[in-house]
């Protein structure tokens, strides 16, 4: 079993940037691959980025595409995601999360099996 922690959430304004880390403990986050999802109030939980155990594959969802960047450490336990040219849309409260396995279906909660307890991000505009 592994748990994550968020951090580096915030208030910022339209333009700025954030970096969240996101620390596992309990298991070396190598048997994982990693995602990131996100929240805004009254909606679903979406798929924002994942990478790969070993970082070699990443994919991101259109709306982040250029903008944000998902990366690990395996050294440090540690997972980043990296958002610049934030926009207001981008307000959420964002998750790291971790799944055992390979799968196709890696934008979907369901595939994942812990979860952080999430960090706020909010854009002004």
């Known amino acids: 079993q592994v748990q994550l922690v968020e951090s580096g959430g915030g208030l910022v304004q339209a333009g700025d940037s954030l970096r969240l880390s996101c620390v596992a403990s309990g298991r070396t986050i190598s048997t994982y691959g990693m995602g990131w999802f996100r929240q805004a109030p009254g909606k679903e939980r979406e798929f924002v980025a994942t990478?790969?155990?070993?970082?070699?594959?990443?994919v991101y969802t259109d709306s982040v595409k250029g903008r944000f960047t998902i990366s690990r450490d395996n050294s440090k336990n540690t997972v980043y995601l990296q958002m610049n040219s934030l926009k207001p849309e981008d307000t959420a409260v964002y998750y790291c999360?971790?799944?055992?396995?390979?799968?196709?279906?890696?934008?979907?909660?369901?595939?994942?099996?812990?979860w952080g307890q999430g960090t706020q991000v909010t854009v002004s505009s």
């Open positions: 999360a971790a799944r055992l396995g390979t799968t196709t279906y890696y934008t979907l909660p369901d595939s994942y099996n812990y």
């Open positions: 990478i790969s155990r070993y970082g070699g594959t990443t």
